[in-house]
């Protein structure tokens, strides 16, 4: 995905995703919209709010975003926790055709847990790596044995998964 000179890197995005640009390449030449891409906040921030394609121009070269609408979604399996485990899902959206969509760090995700799982709170920026924590992603807690069932929405979209916690 890095763009170098004259081959720029390809993201393949989610409409309805939203994130910061890659700091790896440098500050990009943008304004509060391009093409389907609106830019809040210090600017950095984007939101995809329609499918079609954008090319930012970096100092250290150029993205090209390629936005789609998602026809489902992907959740990570986690296929089996301890009791007591903090358990963290992704989730992937994917076109019509099965290309996998990123969804952005952003992205408010809606996510259910049930049987052997509880939410828990999206940990801290800090508490347990220099990063903020995605809210993109599930957080959960793996309690008394048994399968606990997990479901993302995006819209209208839904993917699920089990986890069974021994």
Known sequence: MLGCGDHPATWYVAVGSQDNLPRHLGP???GAAVGPLRFTGSGDSYEVVSAGRARLECRNGAIVFEAREPARLVVSPV????DGARVVYGVTAMDSGGVA???????PVQWTFSGALTER???SCGDVIPICPARSAGYARAGSAGT???????GALRGSTTTVVR
């Open 28 to 30: 990009c030449s943008h």
């Open 79 to 82: 296929p089996t926790a301890e």
């Open 101 to 107: 969509l990123d969804l952005g760090r952003d992205t």
């Open 121 to 123: 709170d999206r940990p």
């Open 148 to 154: 606990g069932g997990v479901e993302a929405r995006l």
